[in-house]
Nanobody, 120 residues
Framework: QVQLVESGGGLVQAGGSLRLSCVAS????????MGWYRQAPGKTRELVAR???????NYADSVKGRFTITRDNTKNTVYLQMNSLKPEDTAVYYC??????????????WGQGTPVTVSS
């Protein structure tokens, strides 16, 4: 069974930094993209950043230049380095990945979410 487990969220002052981590575990054959989404109260979930297995990345315009996504394919792990945080970055951040498990087809998986709160 595939699971995504996030860590690294918390409370930080505006201008500060946080680093989120997400590990995919289970019997995995391959992972295509890994990425981060977020959902603020009263808003729809939105893409923050994602990375393909080859390292191609894309970012939401609102985080370009402040957030950096990286991944370690040997550890099935993706990171999100968040700098210059703003109060509007406050949200629950979800890890997502497109994974092919042993004995299964490609599917999208989600983590349980980690809250990020940026105080002004």
């Amino acid at each position: 069974q595939v699971q995504l487990v996030e860590s690294g969220g918390g409370l930080v002052q505006a201008g500060g930094s946080l680093r989120l981590s997400c590990v995919a575990s289970g019997t995995i054959i391959s992972i295509h993209y890994m990425g981060w989404y977020r959902q603020a109260p009263g808003k729809t979930r939105e893409l923050v950043a994602r990375s393909t297995h080859a390292g191609d990345t894309n970012y939401a315009d609102s985080v370009k230049g402040r957030f950096t996504i990286t991944r370690d394919n040997t550890k099935n792990t993706v990171y999100l380095q968040m700098n210059s945080l703003k109060p509007e970055d406050t949200a629950v951040y979800y890890c997502a990945a497109n994974i092919r498990p042993v004995g299964g087809a490609w599917n999208n998986y989600w983590g349980q979410g980690t809250p990020v709160t940026v105080s002004s």
